[in-house]
C-alpha cells in the first residue's frame, strides 16, 4: 500500500526591497585602471605630447602623467574632456594645489592619485605645525619686547648680546633647540623642531605675566613681512631689522665653521629671506 506524505507548504519571508545600486563606473571619484587606462593614456599622449602646463610658460616639456584638469575629488569625471598631459614635475605641483596640501617642506613618493586618500590627514598635519611655527593666542608682553628680524648671520645675535642687560630674558629658536637636544645646533636633526618650537612659544607666552625680568628680547627670522608685522602686533614688540645685503650674508655664512650640509641650509634661507624682502633697504649694525 502506498504511504502517503503530507508536505508542509514553504514559507519564504521576504525583508524590504533593496534599491538598485549603482555600478562602480557611475561614482562621482570613478577612475578608470588597468589596460583601458593604459590605452588612454597612449592615445593621449600620441595626439598631446607636450606637457600643458609648461608650455603656458614658454617651455617646451613632454607629458609623461595624465591630469585631470578638474580633480576627481574636487568633482572632476575621468572623462576624455577633463584630461590633460603634463610632466611630473607640474602634474605634482598641481595635484598638491587641487588638494590643498602646501608644497613648502612637502615630499611625497608614490602614485601621485594616492594621495588624496591622505590629503586630509596631511592638511591637518600641515595647519597643526603653522598653528606651533606661529601661534594664534600669543599675548603682549607684560615687558617691554623687542623683536630683533633679519636674514641668516645678519648680525641678530651679535646685537643682542651688546644690547641685552643683565635681567633680561632672550628667546632665541637657535639657543633653545641646542638647550633640549645637548647638540650644536648643526647637528640637531629636524625631529627637534616641533619639541623646540613648542618650548619657544611657552616662553613666549610666559612674557604676558612677566614680573621678573626688565626686558625681553626676541630673535626671528621672520622673511615674511607681513607675518613679521603680526607678530610685533600680538607681542607689542618694537622691531629692529637687521639687513646685510645677501652677499654680506654669504660671506659670514661661508665663513663660519659650520658642518657640511647645515651651511648649505643657512645659504638658501638667506637668499630666500632676500627674496621675500626685495625692497628692504640694507641695514647693519653698528
Known amino acids: 500500500m502506498a504511504r502517503l506524505t503530507t508536505l508542509k507548504p514553504r514559507v519564504q519571508v521576504l525583508g524590504p526591497r533593496l534599491a538598485p545600486q549603482p555600478k562602480p563606473s557611475q561614482a562621482p571619484t570613478y577612475r578608470i585602471r588597468g589596460r583601458a587606462l593604459q590605452q588612454i593614456r597612449a592615445e593621449h599622449f600620441r595626439a598631446h605630447p607636450l606637457c600643458v602646463m609648461c608650455l603656458e610658460q614658454g617651455k617646451v616639456s613632454i607629458a609623461t602623467d ?60 600641515q595647519a597643526d605645525f603653522a ?37 633680561d630674558v632672550v628667546i632665541d629658536l637657535d639657543q633653545i633647540t641646542p638647550e633640549l637636544s645637548g647638540l650644536p645646533v648643526w647637528q640637531v636633526g629636524i625631529e627637534w623642531l ?66 657640511e650640509g647645515y651651511t648649505e641650509r643657512m645659504l638658501d634661507a638667506a637668499q630666500q629671506w632676500w627674496a621675500m624682502n626685495s625692497n628692504v633697504q640694507t641695514h647693519i649694525a653698528k
Not at 135 to 149: A, E, F, K, T, Y
Not at 202 to 223: C, E, G, K, M
Open 66 to 125: 595624465l591630469d585631470h584638469i578638474q580633480a576627481l575629488t574636487n568633482g572632476g569625471k575621468d572623462v576624455e574632456y577633463n584630461r590633460q598631459g603634463l610632466c611630473h614635475p607640474c602634474h605634482e605641483i598641481k595635484t598638491l594645489a587641487d588638494l590643498g596640501i602646501k608644497s613648502d617642506a612637502f615630499t611625497y613618493k608614490g602614485p601621485l592619485w594616492r594621495l588624496a586618500e591622505r590629503a586630509p590627514q596631511i592638511r591637518q598635519q
Open 131 to 167: 598653528e606651533l611655527r606661529f601661534p594664534s593666542d600669543i599675548q603682549s608682553s607684560r615687558i617691554p619686547c623687542v623683536m630683533v628680524c633679519g636674514p641668516p648671520n645678519g648680525g641678530k645675535h651679535p646685537y643682542v648680546r651688546e644690547h641685552a642687560g643683565h635681567n
Open 194 to 259: 616641533p619639541k623646540a618650537l613648542a618650548e619657544r612659544n611657552r616662553r613666549l607666552r610666559a612674557l604676558a605675566s612677566d614680573y621678573t625680568h626688565v626686558r625681553a628680547w626676541f630673535l626671528i627670522n621672520a622673511p615674511d613681512p607681513t607675518e613679521r608685522a603680526l607678530w610685533a602686533e600680538r607681542l607689542g614688540a618694537e622691531v629692529v631689522l637687521l639687513a646685510p645685503p645677501v652677499e654680506e650674508c654669504i660671506r659670514r655664512i661661508k665663513a663660519e665653521p659650520y658642518h
